[in-house]
């Protein structure tokens, strides 16, 4: 099963989709889940692989979720309550399990997120020097140049019409507009219209805020151009235009340090979860088979066992 878990996230990575590679690191019997063990959790908190069982799974879905928002991979030790405080350590998040079986596990979770997308548009030096420098960090690239040119690099793709649509633009992407005067309006303008977390113009101030004036004459918001940096780029002085690509590359790395440009993909919405009244474990509502009434209120559990607690003395467990 692991190959086709790792496949499934090679394919997820090529594609610049969010996930988290979830993989059982330790393990003490009796417990399903077994060391080595992988799976992929989407966003959507879809699980392709397995770990363990329905006890352990819901809490890894939302520490996955969790991953994903911050970036940051995590360490979790779910087990026996009472083993807890035998665990504690930097870097370890222990969850109780509270499944009757009384096996433990450590399950490691790292988050994949896509790293940046820099659209440059136009063929200037400056949009040539961008694209090479974005795709040297590993970050995804793309000139949108309705001529094209052989100056490109050859690695990096290019459109040839000026449209945008496809190109995966959001929050993680920076559109940077280079077209040096000869569609600068029409290009800010089409930029202006995705959710790009940065859209930078390289021009001087007089001419951009000609661009500025030209858009707002037809109809453009003043919030929407209140995005456009221009000039776009760290200002580092009187540079050559090859050099303008290495200021707006630092601008963008600075933002992408911040926090300002990314996550590549947000998850979605954390599923509809409650909490195990008699163990305390997290449950998926939508997923758990083990419920009851009482006092005209549902209760989820995560066991038959904790169910068969909670229908003996239903007082005893119930929330007020």
Wanted: proline content about 7%; overall charge negative; charged content about 25%.
């Amino acid at each position: 099963m692991t190959p086709g878990v790792l496949e499934l996230a090679g394919d997820l990575a090529g594609r610049g989709r969010a996930f988290v590679l979830a993989t059982v690191v330790w393990r003490r019997s009796p417990t399903s889940g077994k060391q080595g063990s992988k799976a992929v959790i989407l966003p959507d908190g879809t699980v392709r692989g397995w770990l363990s069982g329905a006890c352990a799974e819901p809490t890894v879905i939302s520490e996955a979720r969790a991953a994903m928002a911050d970036g940051r991979p995590r360490l979790l030790f779910l087990g026996p309550a009472d083993e807890l405080d035998g665990v504690l350590r930097a870097g370890v998040t222990t969850v109780p399990l509270a499944c009757e079986s009384e096996g433990a596990l450590e399950v490691y979770l790292e988050p994949n997120l896509p790293p940046p997308r820099v659209v440059v548009i136009g063929r200037a030096p400056a949009a040539v020097t961008t694209a090479a420098l974005a795709y040297s960090l590993g970050w995804r690239a793309t000139i949108v140049d309705e001529e094209g040119s052989d100056e490109f690099p050859e690695e990096i793709p290019v459109v040839t019409e000026l449209d945008l649509a496809g190109l995966g633009v959001d929050r993680a992407t920076a559109v940077v507009v280079a077209t040096q005067g000869h569609y600068d309006e029409a290009a800010l303008e089409l930029a202006l219209a995705t959710p790009a977390g940065y859209v930078g113009l390289i021009a001087s101030r007089k001419r951009a805020d000609a661009v500025r004036e030209y858009l707002r004459e037809r109809g453009v918001a003043d919030e929407a151009l209140d995005r456009v940096r221009a000039p776009a780029g760290l200002d580092l002085g009187e540079v050559d235009p090859d050099e303008i690509g290495v200021a707006v590359l630092a601008e963008l790395v600075a933002l992408k340090a911040a926090g300002e440009l990314g996550p590549a993909m947000a998850p979605a919405p954390a599923a509809d979860e409650a909490r195990d009244p008699v163990c305390g474990m997290v449950v998926d509502v939508a997923r758990v088979r083990l419920r009851s009434e009482h006092d005209g209120r549902t209760y989820f559990f995560c066991s038959a066992g904790c169910r068969r607690k909670f229908d003996a003395d239903p007082v005893k467990y119930a929330v007020g």
